[in-house]
């Protein structure tokens, strides 16, 4: 049977690239490597701005607008009586939503925290002590939401295969067997990784040109 397209370049790149940046800011926090936290920080915040606008002018796959079922069609999923087309289902979609608010909302917090003896973020000077503290707090509980995040989406994985869909290859290869009524217009995933270079190079340029340099000498 001939495969079809249905993941482009770039959102297979932001996939795995989120899988090892979230464990790389996990194991850097918890060994106090944070030059090293700071680096994937402000690489996960391009990553995640690249997805945002990938989302509006990328392929239908990978359209915010794909993100966006209604409840009848989110419990349907659930029940698998969806009709299979390109893409996430609906109850896929709304892990995917999930997953953008609570990862921006890491990295938009992780910019304003302090641990108040050596590391600042570097929107602190530019907010209240109580919203320095709201955001550290907030920090760190908001990660315990993504590692919950993260079991229920293997979970899921593990649940669709054990059904005989395996999920994890077509975001490997971007192919899937199965057959749909609606084509996919798919871009170029290089457009993507040319976006993401300008805003990590940006962003690293202006707020972690000082955490690289300490981690290269």
Do not use: C
Request: neutral net charge; without cysteine; proline residues 2%.
């Amino acid at each position: 049977m001939q495969k079809i397209q249905v993941w482009d370049g770039f959102i297979r790149f932001f996939h795995w690239s989120m899988v090892a940046l979230v464990a790389t800011l996990y194991y850097s926090a918890e060994n106090s490597l944070m030059e090293v936290h700071f680096v994937a920080g402000f690489t996960l915040l391009a990553l995640l701005a690249t997805r945002i606008i990938w989302g509006i002018i990328g392929s239908d796959t990978a359209k915010l607008s794909a993100l966006l079922h209604s409840p009848k069609s989110t419990i349907a999923a659930i029940k698998g009586q969806q009709q299979a087309k390109p893409g996430h289902n609906a109850a896929g979609s709304y892990m995917v939503i999930a997953f953008l608010i609570l990862l921006i909302s890491q990295a938009v917090t992780g910019l304003m925290t302090t641990d108040d003896i050596m590391y600042d973020g570097p929107l602190v000077a530019m907010v209240s002590s109580d919203l320095s503290s709201l955001a550290g707090s907030l920090h760190h509980k908001i990660f315990d939401l993504i590692l919950i995040a993260i079991a229920l989406h293997i979970a899921a994985i593990v649940i669709y295969k054990l059904k005989g869909k395996a999920l994890v290859p077509p975001m490997i290869t971007g192919k899937t067997a199965e057959s749909y009524e609606q084509s996919v217009k798919m871009k170029s995933g290089w457009l993507g990784f040319a976006i993401f270079a300008v805003l990590a190079t940006a962003i690293l340029y202006v707020w972690g040109a000082e955490s690289i340099s300490t981690l290269i000498g």
